[in-house]
């Protein structure tokens, strides 16, 4: 399943530096990770990552002629990098700062070690599906969101429950009363989706799931979809409800307003180093179901 | 386990009618209710119920002369109620205007006959377990809740999750990173916490219980607790948190507040007509789980 | 996502029937779907299913010449059909004699119906994901098994745990402790999967899925797998432990005896007459969840 | 909630000490903790445990003599023990040699100190509700058994459902189809129930519970009853059935046979010397949930 796509050292272009712009040691390891790249000969381009528009942001409007795009901070960082990566089909690497860190290739300690090996050409690309949604409301689309780990239309403020309707391809597949719905990829399947009780879904399947937050009298079960799926959720709030996308948000929904949901038309990208068996690893540790010797004791 | 505490017609006193203030059918209704006791020789005294303060309420300010407080609306209706019913150690009688009705004793068509059950001691008295919860805010005790069903400290409008210590007798359990935490009765058990995944606590138990909503790799077990126990929720929100009770609030927290919640001085007494195995019945015909002729097919 | 793989009423060639051997309706319901076929001018072939050993069946000796495959039972009868109509390109449809025909297309009343569609091109192919598994044991290739539905490895007759290491494309995942393990297609993740509270996946996905039975301490959560996937799973009973497959078997397995499980290299194939959203529909009626008003009310 | 039944040292009557048959430490072990008591003035009986038949056991046979009941293995050993204890009102005090040793108040290196505290009266007494049942084939009663952590009904070897009728104090509740029905003890609650989903009862409760293994569209929560109730289960097994009580057995059941359960007369008693809290710790850190810091934090 890996994707050796490696590039040799002399022929890695700019890479691009955003850093967490919260977190004071971010700062000064961004400088860091730009001395030794251009020690290994490497041009970067470096600047504070931000929330919402992008359009000043100094490595985003390079984004074209990127080669990497390094992200510093936890997993939100390179939740928010994601957006503007993946249209450009720029892989990330990140270096965890983070509690959390899934989706980072490296730590504080051990980046140079790591990028060294993207550097030598040591590396293959893990392609991830996104989700791109929009709101519907009076046939007019509203605003239109991108998301590498779920989509979540929920209650908002009063724990009460809204009541939403779940047609797939058109098709009316039932009604939830419910605290939310989560649409989650892959990769969020091991987010708030896991915390709803869903499935784990392998990393790169193409493939999406819609799982309910505290289902009242409705469908229990996450239901697993193909990539070429389109959701589309009817908001029939008796009282607020609201859209998050990778918890960014939240934006307000009406009764009446339909969320439609699909495959984003470019996956996200990311440098990978180590074994392309890193996922259930790393996601077993966390768990603490991490025992290989117990398996042939 | 019945509790048969019958009263003859001529002993029965005064009875208090409430009704939904909002549904239209509901005063006529009251004013039926009204005028069939007095032809049984019963007097009633009839109002809307309200919301919030209950102070200029007449019904609730002769709450100490009732014998029976019959309730028309749906479960909402009842919950509130309770609160005013409970310390006077009225029983309450519901005819269900709502959707659900799961504490209700009759319905629009058939209370005649079940209130001339009561009104001939044909009837037994069923006793439910209810909360206290207060909020503690450097060392000062701030509002204080009762509650029939439950008490839920969760986020705010944002879709993100909150960090709750739970302590029981002041012995630390665990900490949740949740979308909240449900404190629930025997009553609450059918509610928000059965959508929770919670366990069906049987109606009269003096028990009650602690669930998380949507755990992320936290404790996803509802604890059964004894009566006596009391509890106390440390709220550390990274985002806004909440507490409502009985779906009533909610009322903001800021990290440090503990919720203290334990049983109620009262129990909530219901004057019930039907048999004693009403609660399963009712419950697994909800579900489509109702079948006896299966059990010995 | 439908497949019009339509064939005009002329070129319908030879039609098998099998029918459950068991139920004492099948017989004389064959003979009537084969009437009904001859008047119609195609030709058929009938013979009672039967468990284990097909090579004396005279539907199951001339598959390679078949068109369509008409099963006249439950479901039971369907997962069997499967292994012997996929590896030879035959589409399978059902008439229902039993209490659940999931798998089926027609019922003991509309069967002439259903299949004057199929007859006259108004249907289309729905292809189902198939497993192939066989049992390791000193290096040598053991008993080995096809399921539509799932191969199961669990406790024998004592409610007593059995160790279960993971491996997906040889790569070590984790080790269960539970009642047993469960391996999945989309097709069974309406069956025993679901009843150990895994995700639905829909009907025609190209995956498989992977969840314990009642785990202790062990990860309790299905985890979804690509369609190229291959799962081993180490047996480490403390005592008995057995093999099923779409429910036959048991065949009992040793310590240290592995199961390897992946794709069939064929897919079963379905005659489908009704809408491609057929199967949305039949479930959350099943469920008791299907109320399209509800969705818009 | 503490039971301080503390007795001085000098009080303290003949001390039981039975070890697990088969591990070769425990005989060992046994004779030094006899020798240490001696040390300390206490007199004391030692023999094997074992399964069955205990009528030759001289540690058994001479129970009424007994102040305390040593057990030395793990929470197999332990279950065992409660059989005999119980009635005769011996506490037990448990020396871990397994893996799990949930019921144990000492392992083979703290153990001097934590005997040391209970002889100089420096403990609490526990108890813990156990539940008697026995089945009803013909109007007749057979095999009766005592549980401390479940009694099971379940599938046989093959893995195919059962169908089983739940009765309270008489009245039906529900029909599963599942592969088996748990009715637990708050000390099974962490055991087998847990694995099947179920909640933690706090272990002191006079509470059990019911919960099915795999339930196909059968109620799927645990019902939560009073110590009072009588549950009775009727057997409608398509194919074998078993019952198990506390994993030992399994008896074969027929269809019609109903299994009859309620609370046993005599509560376990254990003798602990640890604080009363030590359930939750106990348990949170068996499932890496106690991080106390982490509540404040």
Redesign the interface.
Known sequence: ?NNPVGTELGRMGLVGIVYHPHKPEAQALAASVGRWLAEQGVASVVAPGRDGDQSQNPVVSRMAELSLLIVLGGDGSTLRAAGYAAPHGVPIFGINLGRVGFLSEADPENWPTQLAAVLRGDWWLEERLMLRAYVERHNQKLAEFVALNDV?I?R??????V?L?????N?????YI???LIVATPTGST??A?????????P??P?F?V?P???????D??????QT?VVSV?V?PEH?A?L?AD?Q??VSLQAGDRVIIGQHEHRCLFARVG???YF??RL?E???????Q????
Not at 156 to 161: C, I, M, P
Not at 221 to 226: G, M, Y
């Open positions: 399943m979540v929920s908002g403020r009063l724990a009460r429950v009541r309707g779940l047609y797939v391809d098709d009316y597949v039932t009604t419910a605290d939310g987010a708030y896991m915390a709803a009780g869903g499935p784990l879904l392998w790169r399947l493939n799931l799982i937050v505290a289902p009242h009298l409705s469908l079960r996450a239901v697993v979809l193909h799926a009817e029939n607020e609201a998050t918890g948000g939240p074994s392309s068996s259930y690893h077993m966390r768990f603490g179901y991490w025992h290989p117990a398996a042939s004791g």
